[in-house]
């Protein structure tokens, strides 16, 4: 049992919910950032709504594609590595078993203690592939079905995200109103949020919070103030 | 001499260049596909200047902060796992021990080949928890002085990036030449990016530079439907 005791605490976040909260992260923020921007610039919710959900459809689809493309090279990537490594036991054995060697005398084995580990796990091809990948190279195998089902979590997160800024514009009808309750919203949203992530990532809640509404309002206040500036 | 050939072998991209290339494939392509989206429905391009200013300060503020943030968590994270691994070694050091044995007999050793790599292992406390984060719970140390580097190179990225798709809209008076003389340059851009992106990743440079473009493409004619739809 203590396998499964030990796993539960070190436990942080399941990859499915790390992409959530990449998504929504930035679907809050950047809308959030863009809407308040314009606030200053512009005197119509109206081209507020349509820049804002035109961020939302780009966004979404930048981070999403984008993520599945990053899960399929990082997928090509291991294969293509190997590849590599198996064709270097095979023509430079000794070399890459005097690698496995000296990863152990790093841990302060000698010779005669390492000679057998290094020769057990030498023996199996694929295991001495395995162990190369791993703690040579630091790669571990990837997950064939995450590719498609990271890009939907993280373009539908976004989508919902940046929902939320976005919502007040469309339901008021001055442009000074719906910044209001925008930021009202979102920055709420940003600090539930963040709490959340914090939690997951080991952050204390309050803090995380914090964070994530500082980077929400920082980028809001530099968007409003370029927006107001140039206009 | 191996090993520096070996190195050499595996290289693919330092942390810097994959900042870099993951701020600026972000700044190619989200204010280009706001900028074309809002082409489809507003008549000024004094107005799509101003979003896209806008949407480049928030992205870059959230991305270069959220990237400062994610690196200072991690950080921490690596700390307070190395701390609890400390706790564990000295609280529980029978079950921690097997921990390691386990590895190793998955590597195929039997229990008097594993007994002297444990013992050697476990002989040093510091030696010992830097075996359980790295092998155990697949954790690198990471670089104290990222943090800061990293969200300049990231927040940076995405400004020049994303100035490309705006300058043909600040220099030519119409909304429909700027959209024409942006997409051209961003997808230009976006080709030429993915293409070393691609070298970088060891993706084949035309499918890289193809993806790249295909991403953008995508988003800018999605913002661009969109934004006509509604308006």
């Known amino acids: 049992m203590t396998g499964i005791h030990h796993a539960e605490n070190h436990f942080t976040a399941s990859e499915s919910v790390r992409d959530v909260v990449i998504g929504m992260a ?15 610039a512009v005197s119509s919710t109206g081209v507020i709504v349509i820049a804002g959900l035109a961020e939302i459809a780009a966004g979404s689809i930048a981070m999403g594609l984008g993520g599945y493309l990053a899960a399929r090279t990082d997928r090509e990537h291991y294969a293509s590595e190997r590849t590599r490594e198996h064709r270097e036991i095979h023509e430079m054995p ?3 078993r005097e690698e496995v060697a000296t990863i152990f005398r790093g ?10 580990v290094v020769s057990a796990i030498c023996s199996d091809p694929d295991r001495w592939v395995d162990f190369m990948m791993r703690y040579e190279l630091g790669l571990e195998a990837p997950d064939p ?11 539908l ?20 109103k719906g910044l209001a309750v925008s930021a009202a919203v979102t920055l709420l ?3 539930a949020f963040g709490a959340v992530k914090g939690r997951l990532t080991g952050v204390k809640p309050l803090f995380g919070g914090l964070q994530t509404v500082g980077i929400g309002g920082i980028a809001a206040v530099v968007a409003f103030g370029i927006a107001r500036w140039i206009s």
């Open 26 to 40: 930035d679907g809050l923020t950047v809308p959030f950032a863009l809407a308040a921007g314009l606030s200053g």
């Open 107 to 116: 841990y302060g084995l000698d010779d005669d203690q390492a000679t057998p």
């Open 189 to 191: 949203a940003l600090f």
């Open 157 to 176: 997160s976004y989508v919902v995200g940046g929902l939320v800024p976005l919502v007040p514009y469309m339901t008021t009808g001055s442009v000074l």
């Open 94 to 96: 000794a070399a890459e």
């Open 145 to 155: 079905g995450r590719a498609v089902k990271s890009a939907l979590t993280i373009g």
